[in-house]
């Protein structure tokens, strides 16, 4: 995998996507951005949730001169969800560049859409035709673009727009760049490429069959600030034997780590910024079994192959579906079954649909267990022990003071001092974790999820069934635009 800091990237775009928890770029952004920033023409055929946006994001960020309040960049989209989403994206990218964009589209007032325009966004993503709208009004001058993005151009033209893309890109200067990315090239967009753009590079991102098997995934759905708490509660309750938790950012890695030690387990990190020989020797420490909790970034754990991990973590969920893959394949190996849990901010629902689509798998909702669940888990855990000691019969030699102990106390109060005893309990240590901003895909808009909550909160026993909890539904569907294609066509 190619990190963003070898594609030649600014220092203040590299400092963006360390803020966003980016540090390996997918296979569409490693192709398209050198290309792009060579100034080329771009073809790419990708499905959504590639990475595009960042693809053709940060070349276009890259040419704009920030003191220039003129629209220097334009992008168009389908649909006003995806033009927001772009945009958000987008701005996000060119935090640290003095560069903002600004999403037009059909639906929300001109006049508030004209005093947007008049304080100077360097780049528009727009719907076409309230696009075209704005040209007519003069409210949008596009004779400085410099690179202009068609996003999504087979939806756009299944929507009915192909006229206006070539009325608008008409009205571009010809010596803008253009990049193009469509999930199927039908002749429509062939012709398009021909005929409005200079001799494009393509670029092919085929979407893999991704299967997983032997692993059983869940999600929870947790606002950030509550992900450090759930993981320690559900690490609490099952115990697992290994378990590797998978985050974003080396900083989030550390802090994770950290926390995880200073609540009693034995957890190390692995990152890029570490030593071969560091990470050798945590590693070594993992397979030993001498750590029981490895933290990594994707890129510290690749081509991880150890045996017996029952337990994988997205602290994280990361932003493709290739990379979720790698992760939870972690465990689920040499014919054993394996748990994958991700914790799932609300925006990033669509992204998990998208995730369970490409790798042709459900996940099952968990509840998020509580600190009374950890507690009786932990106990749990104590009463196997129990049980299996009780199993071996090898405790003659006990007896004597067993029955001197039930002398003076009841067997309820002795059973439940030996619990305390060998039950490890949580240490309260306040923990701090840096937020990272959360991956969001077009998809469906959030309404009620059909699916129903799987009533297992977390079971006491290792990798066990769990017993029921109450749980209550919560959002995660939405509805299919594609019977909306006139419609959004006359209102955008």
């Not at 398209?32 to 073809?43: C, E, K, R, S, Y």
Request: charged share 30%.
């Amino acid at each position: 995998m190619t990190k963003f800091n070898e594609l030649g990237v600014s220092s203040s775009i590299m400092k963006a996507l360390e803020k966003m928890g980016f540090e390996e770029a997918t296979p569409i952004q490693a192709e398209t951005i050198p290309l792009a920033m060579q100034g080329n023409d771009v073809i790419g055929q990708a499905q959504t949730g590639t990475g595009k946006t960042a693809a053709f994001g940060i070349p276009m960020i890259e040419k704009i001169d920030s003191k220039e309040r003129k629209i220097q960049g334009l992008v168009v989209a389908p649909t006003r969800e995806l033009a927001i989403q772009v945009a958000e994206e987008l701005n996000r990218l060119a935090k640290f560049a003095g560069v903002r964009a600004l999403a037009v589209y059909g639906g929300q007032h001109m006049d508030r859409q004209i005093r947007a325009l008049k304080d100077g966004p360097q780049i528009v993503v727009a719907t076409p035709g309230r696009l075209l709208d704005h040209m007519r009004r003069k409210t949008i001058r596009i004779d400085k673009v410099q690179t202009a993005v068609l996003d999504e151009a087979d939806e756009m033209l299944n929507m009915g727009f192909v006229d206006d893309i070539r009325d608008i890109l008409k009205g571009i200067p010809e010596e803008r760049q253009t990049l193009l990315f469509s999930a199927t090239m039908p002749r429509e967009i062939r012709d398009i490429a021909t005929n409005l753009m200079k001799s494009p590079k393509e670029i092919k991102v085929k979407a893999k069959e991704m299967t997983v098997e032997n692993i059983d995934q869940y999600f929870v759905e947790i606002p950030e600030k509550y992900k450090f708490e759930t993981l320690n509660n559900h690490m609490d309750i099952n115990a697992p034997v290994l378990s590797i938790i998978f985050s974003r950012t080396k900083k989030r890695v550390d802090e994770i780590t950290e926390g995880l030690q200073a609540r009693g387990f034995r957890a190390e990190g692995i990152h890029g910024d570490l030593t071969q020989g560091k990470r050798m020797s945590v590693l070594n420490k993992f397979k030993s079994g001498r750590v029981e909790v490895l933290v990594a970034t994707d890129v510290a754990a690749r081509g991880l192959d150890i045996s017996g991990v029952t337990h994988v973590y997205n602290f994280d969920i990361p932003q493709d579906p290739e990379s979720y893959v790698h992760r939870i394949g972690r465990t689920g190996r040499a014919g054993r079954t394996g748990e994958a849990i991700s914790f799932i901010t609300p925006r990033e629902m669509g992204h998990l649909q998208l995730i369970e689509r490409t790798t042709k798998s459900k996940m099952k909702r968990l509840m998020p267990p509580t600190n009374q669940d950890a507690q009786r888990g932990q106990q749990q855990v104590t009463v196997d022990k129990l049980l299996k000691t009780i199993e071996k019969d090898e405790l003659k030699s006990y007896h004597e003071t067993a029955n001197e102990l039930l002398q003076e106390n009841d067997s309820i109060t002795v059973i439940a001092a030996a619990l305390k005893l060998l039950t490890k309990e949580r240490r309260d240590t306040p923990v701090s974790i840096s937020s990272v901003a959360p991956i969001s895909v077009k998809g469906p808009q959030r309404s009620n999820d059909n699916r129903r909550p799987n009533n297992k909160r977390f079971s006491g026993k290792r990798g066990g069934q769990g017993q029921g909890g109450r749980s209550q539904a919560s959002s995660a569907g939405g509805r299919n635009r594609k019977g909306n294609f006139q419609k959004r066509r006359n209102r955008d």
